[in-house]
């Protein structure tokens, strides 16, 4: 309960840098988002340190509060692990194939 004043302030941050560009119509880049998603990263660690209850004090690391928590935090990191090494090709400028490229570009608005 005592992070919930970060995890607000947070949300604000990105809401603040994110919600701006989210009208603009013309080809946003990566860089665009840079810093609202420094602000995701921080929400994300602290949401799962809170999921994983390594928030808590005195108690030791990697101690789930149940088996739930445990396989949702496993899969939430391993949905990230997956979405970064999809689309690392796309943000590192790796070569791709018109099929790659075509599998890579999932909202109209992306080609």
């Known amino acids: 309960e005592r992070h919930r004043g970060v995890l607000a302030f947070l949300g604000v941050a990105w809401a603040a840098n994110f919600l701006p560009l989210s009208t603009i119509q013309r080809p946003m880049f990566l860089y665009h988002y840079f ?50 090494l999809f689309f690392a090709p796309i943000s590192y400028g790796l070569p791709l194939s018109d099929a790659g490229l075509a599998a890579h570009l999932w909202l109209p608005s992306w080609r």
């Not at 602000?39 to 088996?67: C, H, Q, Y």
């Open 35 to 84: 810093f609202a998603f420094i602000f995701s990263i921080a929400a994300v660690s602290i949401g799962l340190g809170l999921l994983s209850g390594w928030m808590t004090d005195g108690e030791p690391v990697w101690r789930f509060p149940s088996r739930r928590s445990a396989a949702l935090y496993g899969g939430i990191l391993a949905v990230a692990l997956a979405g970064f």
